[in-house]
């Protein structure tokens, strides 16, 4: 008898011919995620089983977050003997109480008794140890199950996963990092169906400073766990920022300083081979997401722009923020210094011509260079 | 080549102060309340730095309570002394006063121990001298003021301070925060009841500091345990600090114009500035009024914050207040209660020297924010 994790796929069952690449990748993932436990991960019978590590609780913790794993229950495996898996089943219902019902299936047709007889007599003993309980095969607050196969596996809690797809199945993209709640979430969320991301963040020193910038690569390495470590490009955005300040209508120097981190996005995502740029903009939460801003900044990139938090309320966000362990991190007040570049009355329905007018002013192309010449890449 | 003018946030220890620390790991690690002989030595040696704390403070049987700093010497002094009162409790503190004294006291009356009063602090960033003579008049249990404000250098007039409670309330307990001002200002300890001082602003190791007290006040332990330090600071001392405090001691002593060095470098950055940048305003006393150590000034309409990270990738490390709430981004409390507009608070920034910046790092600097200022000066919100 040992314990192990029975791990539930959730949307890779409705894959086709593409079923085996996604297990495969999903298998893949979990031995990377438990690296240094000393667990087994093998596939079998549509499941995946972890097994051998000496701390299966933190196993399960460690599964839970795979993308592509929809639950994990943690279990024990033994001998197909009925006397004692019913007796196992007794002892794993001991602390429980109110209503319960016992849920068999037999994959083996050779045991003695069928998935029905197995439930009916593993639920005796289940009542005869632990008298108040009652059965409710209807809505029953515990389900006990025992399961026959190689082995017999018994398990009756189920804890839910991070869903999605498994990571690495879907492409990669360029994700645009701030230091807030929204662009972690937004990354999450892509990431989330097997969308492997790599970060742009834009520093603007001596506005913003050091610790904004390792707030920013914290908040990758949090999201960045997911995916078994991030790559960061931090560019360096002053200059473009002074040059738009001295240079242009006040009202459009926010939408042209969008415009300008997504051409430089534009540009880094195709020299890392990204097939698209995520943002955690979100409609009309500042006057730089309006939806004539958007229209005026998705121009600037043939890439698509994956706008996962676009419908999404803030609270909806920092919700999610806080179930993904970035919130804390976000509301760290190590950035404020930027507002001299943030105008009185930005336009919040800027026109195209005119943001294009407007930048005519600017070396464009080379203060997007110097920027990408000095763009550092850090892995997280 | 770095200038570190950040000298209120801390020190870099000497040469000397790291020699002394190292002995003490090496050869004087010995328990001081041990029996044997090495043991004693070690405690004659912490007793020497007491003998060194009294004669800096002109009190030669003074109690030295040696403490992990500042804040907890402050904590000791507020706890320590309403654990030995009478009710009712009341205490007073400085608007200016740092958030080991302000904070402590205002989460004592929140816990119900005494009520609190805060003095508010004129244009100048001293208390308001009338305000401590009316709390005085309603009776006191604890009266604290600060030696030197950490974040504007203005000096109270402790002198005057004292005579009021004597006169008034003479069985209120004087308690002055010297961290600023030990062995930059002189203070002579016969004027107050407690004085707090912390090792690292004068280039000891972070870590140890004292609480220095009259001699027969009674205080309550804030620690239970083997009754180190006359039982009020349970807790085998910190033997590698205090003997580099030690050493700290005696290299500013071996200064003796370490004052007026430290006045003139001030004098000469505030001049420097004034007639570099037209814009630049104190925030705080005249330079020449205030501590020669500390000196505030807003360069508007830059952000203390912006021109204090284009000042670092230059090497010059100042601050924008005090090291401690730095990170909090809020309006500093400090300069709010003198009455400092909100638009030039936020472009405060801290210049803290030690008596060994130079003449010509004070030169460079000014030259360095002389050229930050002019980039930075250009760009405003519009």
């Not at chain 1, 097994?51 to 933190?58: C, F, L, Q, S």
């Not at chain 1, 809505?139 to 991070?162: F, S, V």
């Not at chain 1, 078994?228 to 242009?248: L, S, W």
């Amino acid at each position: 008898m040992r314990d192990v994790l029975l791990v539930r796929f959730g949307e890779v069952h409705l894959k086709g011919l593409n079923r085996p690449y996604f297990l495969k990748m999903l298998v893949n993932n979990i031995k990377k995620t438990l690296e240094g436990t000393h667990a087994s991960v093998w596939l079998s019978d549509s499941r995946i089983y972890v097994a051998g590590a000496p701390d299966m609780r933190d196993c399960a913790e460690r599964v839970r977050r795979v993308f592509g794993v929809y639950s994990v229950s943690p279990a024990v495996e033994m001998e197909k003997e009925l006397d004692a898996v019913c007796a196992q089943a007794a002892r794993m219902m001991q602390g429980v109480s109110g209503t319960f019902k016992v849920l068999c299936k037999r994959s083996d047709k050779r045991f003695p008794l069928n998935s029905q007889e197995l439930a009916v007599y593993a639920g005796e003993q289940i009542l005869n140890a632990n008298p108040s309980l009652s059965v409710d095969v209807h809505k029953p607050q515990t389900e006990m199950w025992i399961e026959i196969r190689d082995h017999a596996y018994l398990c009756n809690t189920e804890l839910p996963g991070a869903g999605g797809l498994p990571m690495g199945t879907a492409g990669r993209a360029l994700l645009l990092l701030s230091g807030g709640i929204d662009s972690p979430v937004a990354g999450y969320r892509i990431m989330r169906r097997g969308v492997n991301c790599q970060a742009v963040h834009f520093a603007s020193p001596p506005y913003t400073s050091e610790r904004a910038k390792q707030k920013v690569l914290e908040l990758a390495r949090i999201i960045g766990a997911y995916e078994y470590g991030m790559r960061v490009h931090v560019v360096p955005f002053t200059d473009i920022q002074m040059a738009i300040h001295e240079n242009c209508d006040p009202e459009y120097t926010t939408l042209i300083m969008r415009r300008f981190m997504m051409r430089i996005a534009d540009r880094i995502a195709k020299q890392n081979a990204c097939q698209a740029l995520i943002t955690g903009e979100s409609i009309g939460q500042v006057a730089s997401q309006t939806m004539e801003a958007l229209g005026c900044t998705d121009i600037m990139t043939d890439l698509p722009v994956f706008r996962p938090l676009i419908g999404h309320d803030k609270l909806e966000i920092i919700r999610i923020a806080e179930h993904i362990g970035t919130y804390e991190t976000s509301i760290l007040p190590y950035e404020d210094c930027c507002t001299v570049f943030t105008p009185r009355h930005p336009a919040t329905k800027p026109k195209k011509d005119k943001a294009a007018y407007e930048e005519t002013k600017l070396d464009a192309d080379a203060l997007i260079n110097a920027a990408l010449a000095g763009t550092e890449t850090v892995l997280v | 080549m770095e200038i570190y003018l950040d000298n209120s946030a801390t020190t870099r220890p000497t040469g000397s102060v790291i020699r002394a620390l190292t002995r003490a790991l090496e050869s004087d690690y010995y328990n001081p309340s041990s029996l044997y002989a090495p043991a004693l030595g070690v405690e004659k040696q912490l007793d020497a730095c007491r003998d060194r704390i009294r004669a800096e403070l002109h009190l030669s049987d003074a109690a030295v309570i040696f403490t992990s700093g500042g804040t907890e010497a402050n904590n000791l002094a507020l706890t320590g002394t309403l654990g030995v009162s009478r009710a009712p409790l009341r205490v007073a503190v400085s608007a200016g006063e740092h958030p080991s004294v302000y904070d402590a006291a205002l989460s004592l009356m929140q816990g119900g121990a005494c009520e609190c009063a805060v003095l508010p602090l004129n244009a100048g960033g001293t208390v308001d001298i009338d305000a401590v003579r009316s709390e005085l008049k309603k009776g006191l249990t604890l009266l604290s003021v600060m030696q030197v404000n950490n974040e504007t250098g203005a000096k109270n007039d402790i002198a005057e301070i004292s005579r009021l409670a004597r006169e008034i309330c003479p069985a209120c307990r004087l308690h002055v925060d010297g961290v600023q001002g030990f062995m930059r200002e002189d203070f002579d300890l016969r004027l107050a009841d407690m004085y707090t001082l912390s090792g690292h602003k004068i280039h000891a190791p972070k870590g140890v500091g004292a609480l220095v007290v009259r001699r027969g006040l009674r205080l309550k332990s804030a620690h239970v345990g083997g009754g180190q330090e006359n039982a009020l600071r349970s807790g085998t001392e910190n033997t590698p600090g205090i003997l580099a405090l030690s050493q700290a001691i005696d290299d500013m002593r071996a200064l003796p114009l370490r004052r007026e060095h430290m006045l003139k470098l001030k004098l000469l950055l505030a001049r420097e500035l004034a007639a570099r940048i037209p814009e630049a305003t104190v925030n705080g006393p005249a330079p020449e009024d205030g501590a020669c150590n500390i000196l505030n000034v807003s360069l508007p309409p830059v952000r203390g914050e912006t021109i204090l990270h284009a000042l670092e990738a230059q090497g010059v490390l100042v601050s924008t207040g005090s090291a401690c709430s730095a990170k909090k981004q809020k309006l500093s409390r400090v300069l709010t209660s003198m009455g400092v507009p909100a638009r030039r608070a936020e472009c405060a920034l801290r210049f803290s020297l030690s008596p060994y910046n130079t003449e010509e790092e004070i030169l460079r600097a000014a030259q360095i924010i002389q050229e930050q200022y002019a980039v930075l000066s250009k760009f405003q919100r519009r």
